[in-house]
């Protein structure tokens, strides 16, 4: 979750397009973070929703289909901001399917239809803030006493979960992995930490090994696709081999917001996103080197989806998607 | 709906795409062969033009025949006729041998070049064709109803065509291919008929009931006589469907498989001599005495057989003196060898086909075989056309048989007038199914027919009856047109461009089996996009139908590799992607594939390789299927027999003569959930999870609204 460095350029570069939807992108974009820098809780997609429902009050279009158009420009907008990150995409295409969907447009007046759609997007904003709390009552539930946790990186929705069980008065302990390159095991064994819950760190390559004191596996999601497979930081899916390999069940908590249209076929069929590797200066000079940052899970490896809608298997994931764009 | 411009109904005779055979197109049916008023386009050569215009009424210069088949159609001869081996045989048995040999037609053969084409594959039948429409324009220049119905009389009146087959034997300068292929047509069919299945013996007289009352339905404007004849033979049939012991038979025109007794063929005698009263009593003009002499010769016939209690039983009880009659001679000949063969290997069990006696057994269909049937005479001429083009496979893949399907349905529904004191939604709604029954006889229906088919038969039955027929007329074409727009055209368009976007622009290979339209093309769209990518075309006897989908893929100039599916496990290691097609996706994610497909999908997924079904939800169902065997369908068992081409390969000739072998050709396979790693679908891609979900959105929909749009 880290933000872009040149986004001050870009709201220039937005800004001066002069027109209207010009002006737009730019309020969308600056609300979205602002939204961000709020509060460093606040996930990508819900502040783009935010920033879409601003995009709303700003409005000066006389029809629907105008302000139709100018939300999916400001999505776009939003989307080059980062546009590797799955979850801002879904969240944009969610909102704008479930502002735009129905009943809305049936209304003549467009005043009456754009106060519609600003409380929808509110409480559509308002419900994937509360989500991760959902997610979280719902899911502390399969955590039994005296059990091991595995996880894998940092996830905001995960640590809430386990913090929500912990203050549950339910005695656990946690694995963290160590989450290479770019450490977020060590966030995540630092915040874990502070919450007294007792935590072991373990590398990334340790996985296979501790699988055997492991009770349950509980990972986040960058996005879940529509055959309920998830995208998720690099290392998730050789985690949730092992889990299975051990039958060991293999949870994923992850809010609706990120339920993306996207399909993939493999891992080589994932949008691709490259971050920098530190692989030290000892490296032969005529070495490759292959390095993504997330990886896909299938949906025969996943054992359950926690969601904000309720407690999903994979399957389940593709019959709310049809039914919210079919 | 709403969303859908009305636009208008287009006319797509044969799909463009599956099987190879160019499909006339509308332009060249449409070339003034056609007589005035005639509803359809149909062939009609010069010759035949020439022929009918020479105003030589085959009810003038032939006359035992026409008398024949006259007892056929009055009295009510059900679905039975198409296996009857030709009334020829029945004719030469009770002594009109030389009369009907006075008949002279020209031969098929020497006819003007046709616009059918496709010579080798449906030399026959399209000869046939060619003669149903000669006759049909025939009856159009006697006596034609504006509806485009040909009623019983007329067809009845001028039907030299049942002698077709002995016409072609008798002619000797006739090309060998064609007597061969008559042979042919006659042969497997009387097999399979005269010969049961013993594991469907049980179901025995009620088809033949069930039969008889179906022909009694479709004769609505019979005359009192006739009505009771038909009723006293339906009397007759239950009769011996008590003696004869049976359950329930095939519906329309279904293979009567059942062994019947005697007492059957006496019922088929009765019905004989009913249709003869029956006859006296409606068309007076043709002499009907024929018939007697016929349903003696069916009873002689079935006594001669009781052993065995072959079809000819079930013929006879199937009500028609012709339809008995003609297991005379050679064929008889033929079929009782065939009979006492069968009667050997009971003790031998031939489990792997006994599997699939429940199946629609596969039998040729042909002209004259179509014509023996009473109900053709009902059927409109665009449903003939459309039936006899499925049989002889001109009309393939599933989407192509739905909308050519649809378009005959179009055709009917426009030429469709309600007759006095009937209700629209109720006649039209019978007439349909008796269409459908035709139709199911050519070839049984795909899994979206059947969707479309109950699309529309909702549509009717929800016409308010005071709807003015002008305006139901208008609606229903508009729903069907909608229909072909929406569920398979544009759906077509989406999916291509979701399953296009699944190819990698750079170094996929591809395999693909035997032919599927949108994969074809998906590819050559992705081709044309740009993506360079290699495809395999895989492909298996006896159909090859890989062949075409490699002839259009390198048309698009894609690089291929042809393989057999014997290849399948060395290839696979080079694919990256599989795309298949699919004849229905049910809902237990089960994929209804052509026979193979199952294979290569299990193989891929044991080589860990996705394996995409493109398949459009018009072809979705509710059924849940767990094997292969409880619904399929049987293809012509000597296509596995012999080679094309090598006839050195001949160690199966004459495989029907040997007690203990019998060929299985399937025709479909089924392909469990878990090999599926999606369905593409219009609607985006979607696990194989997920096709109840779709089924019942559109369930809702179809209930709520006019329609799922």
């Not at chain 1, 501790?210 to 986040?220: A, E, N, P, T, Y």
């Not at chain 2, 013929?315 to 008889?332: D, K, L, T, V």
């Not at chain 2, 008796?434 to 969707?451: A, D, I, K, T, W």
Request: aromatic share 4%.
């Amino acid at each position: 979750m880290q933000r872009r460095p040149s986004q001050k350029a870009l709201v220039v570069t937005e800004g001066f397009g002069s027109n209207t939807q010009g002006t737009l992108n730019d309020i969308a974009v600056r609300e979205f973070h602002d939204a961000l820098s709020r509060d460093e809780d606040v996930a990508f997609a819900v502040a783009a929703i935010m920033a879409l429902t601003a995009v709303i009050k700003r409005s000066s279009a006389a029809t629907l289909m105008g302000v139709s158009k100018e939300l999916e420009d400001a999505a776009q907008a939003l989307q080059r901001v980062n546009p590797t990150n799955i979850s801002l995409k879904a969240g944009c295409e969610l909102f704008l399917r479930y502002t735009t969907r129905t009943s809305a447009l049936e209304l003549k007046d467009i005043e009456t239809a754009k106060a519609r759609l600003i409380e929808r997007g509110l409480h559509f904003a308002e419900t994937s803030t509360r989500a991760r709390q959902t997610i979280a009552e719902l899911g502390s539930r399969f955590l039994r006493s005296n059990c091991t946790v595995l996880t894998h990186g940092y996830s905001r929705v995960v640590l809430r979960l386990l913090q929500q069980a912990f203050s549950s008065g339910l005695q656990f302990s946690v694995i963290v992995t160590e989450g290479r390159p770019d450490g977020t095991g060590i966030t995540m064994a630092k915040k874990l930490d502070a919450e007294n819950i007792p935590v072991t760190l373990v590398l990334d390559s340790c996985v296979a090994y501790i699988m055997d004191r492991v009770d349950m596996v509980l990972s986040g999601a960058d996005a879940v696709v529509e055959n309920g497979g998830i995208i998720n930081k690099l290392g998730t899916y050789g985690i949730a081999l092992a889990a299975q390999a051990a039958s060991k069940p293999f949870y994923v908590a992850a809010e609706s917001y990120k339920f993306a249209r996207l399909y993939p076929l493999g891992q080589a069929d994932l949008p691709e996103e490259r971050k920098p590797l530190d692989v030290g200066p000892m490296l032969p000079s005529r070495t490759n080197v292959i390095n993504p940052s997330r990886d896909y899970t299938p949906p025969q490896c996943i054992s359950l989806l926690v969601t904000d809608l309720g407690v999903l298997t994979p399957a389940a994931v593709s019959d709310e998607l049809i039914q919210l764009y079919l | 709906m709403s969303g859908f411009q009305k636009q208008p109904v287009k006319q797509v005779v044969g799909f463009h795409v599956e099987g190879a055979t160019p499909s006339p197109t509308q332009p060249s049916l449409l070339q003034g062969t056609m007589t005035a008023g005639s509803p359809t386009p149909v062939i009609i050569p010069p010759t035949f033009q020439r022929e009918s215009s020479h105003g030589s009424r085959p009810s003038v210069t032939t006359d035992a025949a026409p008398r024949a088949l006259d007892s056929t159609t009055s009295g009510g001869v059900p679905a039975s006729g198409a296996q009857a081996p030709g009334p020829q045989q029945a004719a030469n048995e009770a002594g009109f041998a030389p009369v009907a040999s006075s008949v002279r037609a020209v031969p098929p053969s020497t006819s003007a070049p046709r616009p059918i084409q496709h010579p080798d594959k449906a030399e026959a039948s399209h000869a046939g064709l060619i003669k149903v429409a000669s006759q049909l324009s025939m009856a159009s220049e006697a006596s034609m109803t504006s509806s485009g119905m040909f009623s019983l009389e007329t067809t009845s009146r001028l039907t030299p065509s049942p002698h077709l087959p002995q016409q072609q034997q008798q002619q000797p300068a006739f090309p060998a291919a064609h007597a061969g292929n008559s042979a042919a047509q006659q042969q497997p069919a009387q097999q399979q008929h005269v010969h049961p299945h013993p594991a469907a013996q049980p179901q025995a007289g009620a088809s033949q009931a069930d039969a008889a009352s179906k022909a009694g339905k479709s004769q609505k404007e019979m005359t009192k006589a006739e009505r009771r004849a038909l009723q006293e033979s339906q009397r007759a049939a239950k009769a011996a469907q008590k003696t004869g012991g049976g359950g329930g038979g095939g519906g329309g025109g279904a293979p009567e498989k059942g062994k019947s007794s005697a007492a059957a063929a006496d019922a088929g005698a009765a019905a004989g001599r009913g249709g003869r009263g029956g006859q006296a009593g409606g068309d007076a003009k043709p002499s009907s005495s024929k018939a007697a002499p016929a349903a003696g010769a069916a009873r002689a016939d079935g006594e001669r057989r009781t052993d065995n209690a072959g079809g000819a039983g079930a013929a006879g009880a199937g009500a028609a003196a012709s339809a008995a009659g003609p297991a005379g001679e050679g064929a008889s000949g033929a079929a009782a060898a065939a009979a006492k063969k069968k009667k050997d290997p009971k003790a031998v069990s031939l489990n792997s086909t006994e599997l699939f006696a429940h199946l629609q057994q596969y039998k040729r269909i042909t002209v004259s075989s179509l014509l023996q049937q009473p109900a053709t005479a009902n059927i409109h001429s665009a449903i003939l056309q459309l039936g006899l083009r499925y049989a002889d496979g001109s009309i393939r893949g599933a989407n192509a048989r739905c909308l050519a399907m649809l378009n005959a349905f179009c055709q009917v529904i426009r030429d469709y007038t309600t007759p006095e004191g009937k209700e629209l939604s109720r006649d039209l709604l019978r007439q349909l199914n008796e269409y459908v029954n035709f139709l199911v006889v050519c070839r049984p229906l795909s899994v979206g027919m059947g969707n479309a088919i109950r699309h529309l038969k909702l549509r009717i039955s929800t016409i308010p009856p005071d709807t003015p027929e002008a305006e139901a007329k208008e609606l229903l074409e508009q729903e069907i047109a909608d229909y072909i727009n929406v569920r398979i055209d544009s759906a077509d368009k989406q999916l291509v461009n979701y399953a296009m976007a699944k190819v990698e622009a750079q170094g996929d290979v591809i395999l693909t089996f035997a032919a599927s339209h949108v994969v074809q093309r998906a590819l050559v769209e992705a081709a044309r996009a740009g993506k360079s990518f290699r495809v395999v075309v895989m492909d298996s006897r006896p159909e090859l139908e890989g062949r075409s989908t490699l002839a259009r893929l390198l048309a698009a100039g894609i690089p291929c590799t042809y393989v057999h599916l014997n290849a399948a496990s060395y290839i696979i290691r080079e694919v990256t992607k599989v795309f298949l097609g699919a004849a229905a996706v049910l809902s237990n994610g089960t994929v209804l594939s052509r026979a193979g497909t199952a294979a290569v999908a299990m193989m891929a997924h044991a080589h860990n390789k996705p394996v995409m079904i493109c398949c459009e939800t018009h072809k979705f169902n509710e059924r849940v299927q767990l094997d292969s065997i409880t619904h399929n369908e049987l293809g012509d068992p000597e296509a596995l027999a012999a080679v094309p081409g090598k006839p050195e390969i001949n160690a199966l000739e004459g495989w029907s003569e040997h007690p203990r072998l019998r060929l299985l050709n399937l025709k479909y396979d089924v392909m469990p959930a878990e090999y599926v790693t999606m369905v593409v679908t219009e609607f985006g891609m979607v696990p194989p999870t997920s096709v109840p979900v779709i089924l019942r959105e559109f369930r809702q929909s179809e209930q709520t609204v006019s329609g799922p749009f």
